[in-house]
């Protein structure tokens, strides 16, 4: 059963980060519009961010969806996660009124249309399933065991 779980929750970020990615990927100057309303980046690394991370996201979106380097990629996952909730939490605290561009857009709104809360929790979801497949990185359906080493059979 928790494979199973591993396996969904696999699969469903490697559909966050592709759809994520491919919608940056498709619209750059929107990308770069979005990375550049955070207001946290000087102004020679905004366009390396905004071109660099759709590319990151499609890769992580890849090697989960074929299932290699499962941990690793969780790993992975973690970290931008944990970037991009850093970045939600100081755009609210500073009180910029931004969308967060996770998903293509970005950039200033009107006062009072900003979705802070539920874009935090939203990646705090998408966290959690990173979290899991660092913990427990075997699923079903992953290139990951193909590439196992069989277990040593015991001496008797």
Not at 115 to 136: Q, T
């Amino acid at each position: 059963m928790l494979d199973v779980v591993g396996t969904l929750f696999r699969l469903g970020l490697a559909g966050v980060w592709l759809v994520s990615g491919w919608l940056k990927v498709s619209d750059p100057n929107q990308t770069f519009i979005a990375v550049q309303a955070y207001d946290v980046l000087p102004g020679g690394l905004v366009s390396v961010v905004a071109a660099a991370m759709p590319f990151l996201e499609l890769a992580l979106g890849v090697l989960l969806l074929v299932g290699l380097g499962t941990r690793l990629t969780g790993v992975l996952s973690v970290l931008v996660l944990l970037a991009f909730i850093a970045a939600v939490a100081q755009s609210w605290a500073r009180g910029l009124s931004i969308d967060c561009g996770c998903f293509g857009g970005g950039g200033a709104v009107a006062e009072g249309d900003t979705r802070y809360p539920e874009e935090i929790a939203r990646d705090i979801g998408f966290l959690v399933m990173a979290v899991w497949l660092v913990v427990r990185p075997r699923t079903r359906l992953a290139l990951d065991g193909r590439f196992a080493r069989p277990a040593a059979e015991p001496v008797a």
